[in-house]
């Protein structure tokens, strides 16, 4: 069956970094558009990150811009978030997320396949 599985989650002080993983087993992840999405607590879970499944496209929410980097890596069904220069307001859980298609990649209907998610915490 297909699982996504995120990890490098934790603690981190305002200013910090951290890089998330997210391995891929049980589908053919190098045709697969994979996203990242977050869920602070009491909100609705909201778009950060997408990219195609080549690696030649991505997409960004505005907020992380310039501070969140995307990757993925097709030879070991691995796909990264990059988070750099962390704010508070960065603080969720992160779930990554796979898809057949790139037609709007900010929207969680295009994905199928959820990962359980990882806890990022950026203190001030």
């Known amino acids: 069956q297909v699982q996504l599985v995120e990890s490098g989650g934790g603690l981190v002080q305002a200013g910090g970094s951290l890089r998330l993983s997210c391995a891929a087993s049980?589908?053919?992840?190098?045709?697969?558009?994979m996203g990242w999405f977050r869920q602070a607590p009491g909100k609705d879970r909201e778009f950060v990150a997408a990219?195609?499944?080549?690696?030649?496209?991505?997409y960004y929410k505005d907020s992380v811009k310039g501070r969140f980097t995307i990757s993925r890596d097709n030879a070991a069904n691995t796909v990264y978030l990059q988070m750099n220069s962390l704010k508070p307001e960065d603080t969720a859980v992160y779930y990554c997320?796979?898809?057949?298609?790139?037609?709007?990649?900010?929207?969680?209907?295009?994905?199928?396949?959820w990962g359980q998610g990882t806890q990022v915490t950026v203190s001030s």
């Open positions: 049980g589908l053919t992840f190098s045709t697969k558009t």
């Open positions: 997320a796979a898809g057949d298609r790139w037609i709007t990649p900010t929207r969680d209907y295009e994905y199928g396949y």
């Open positions: 990219i195609s499944w080549s690696g030649g496209s991505t």
